[in-house]
């Protein structure tokens, strides 16, 4: 293994409450009546929010993207870690194994996120909403990644997220795929995606990059 890759909600930070809060708003702003916030999310199976929106709205997506914005970056949050996440990134850096963040989340949002929650700094690049015009399930968002940590053989990268869309990103661009099952919010779609590896907390991915690294099961 060269490298590692992670999803962020639900795989690194645990921002699903906030994230439902602004979905719920949203939906309400746009359609004047309350939804389960949950469910609606469950059912995107880890799509962008602009794809959600696009399916709710159509051409008026805009207007669902920017209630959910406005509200989630003014509400009082902090981005939390998952417990022992922190603990597998630092072992992972001190191993010398460049690590990249790919999320659908849009830049500023991410990259605050992530320092806030003090994790900003162990990661070589992040790769966010911004910067592809393809997004998850799609490749290219991986390859971006690759490229920034100059890591340029698929087979040699893995990458950890919680969503079916993180598992078929990872296939699509011909990496390992470790299902993040500490933070899916529908481990049965997830786990019905075929992920490479399952990871039931942060400490098992810890075990398996060992065993990559050691040429065990690689």
Known sequence: MKA???DM????LNTLPARMRALAHAYEVCFGESVDALA???SHRGGTLEALAERLLGNDAHRFVKAYRDFYYKLDRRAVPFDGTEEVLRACKAAG????VVTSKISYG???????????QYFAAVVTYDDTDRHKPDPQPIYTAMERILVDDPEEVAFVGDSPADIFAARNAGCTSIAALW???DEELT???????TARTP????RLVELRLAGVGS
């Open 40 to 42: 609606l999310w469950r």
């Open 110 to 120: 991410a990259i605050d996120e992530l320092e806030d929650a003090g994790l900003l």
């Open 4 to 6: 590692l890759l992670w």
């Open 183 to 185: 933070g899916a919010l």
């Open 9 to 12: 909600d639900d795989t690194l």
């Open 203 to 206: 400490a098992d991915v810890l």
């Open 191 to 197: 786990l019905d995606a075929s992920p490479n590896h």
């Open 97 to 100: 194994l460049p690590m990249a």
